[in-house]
């Protein structure tokens, strides 16, 4: 069966920083697109950034800069780099991943708390 687990996360004051990591584990043929969403209280989930499996990154205008997405392609993990924190950044965080079982299906995390104060 395949999982997606997330780490990182948790609480910071305006300016932090913080970093999220997520492993897939399973039987799978491969991986293809990686990426991580969020959702706020009240407010749809909504994409952050996303990677390819030949390195090519996505970012949301609003994290552009701040943000940087990676991926470990030999350990099926991608992590997330979150920089210059902000208040609007508070929310649950979800691993993504488009994986190669029979056919391509998407998987996601857990969801991990990031609580930015200001």
């Known amino acids: 069966q395949v999982q997606l687990v997330e780490f990182g996360g948790g609480s910071v004051q305006a300016g932090g920083s913080l970093r999220l990591s997520c492993a897939a584990s399973?039987?799978?043929?491969?991986?293809?697109?990686m990426g991580w969403y969020r959702q706020a209280p009240g407010k749809q989930r909504e994409l952050v950034a996303t990677?390819?499996?030949?390195?090519?990154?996505n970012y949301r205008d609003s994290v552009k800069g701040r943000f940087t997405i990676s991926r470990d392609k030999s350990r099926n993990t991608v992590s997330l780099q979150m920089n210059s924190l902000k208040p609007e950044d508070t929310a649950v965080y979800y691993c993504?991943?488009?994986?190669?079982?029979?056919?391509?299906?998407?998987?996601w995390g857990q969801g991990t708390q990031v609580t930015v104060s200001s």
């Open positions: 993504n991943a488009r994986i190669v079982v029979l056919t391509i299906m998407d998987y």
């Open positions: 399973g039987r799978f043929l491969g991986i293809n697109l």
């Open positions: 990677i390819t499996s030949g390195g090519t990154t």
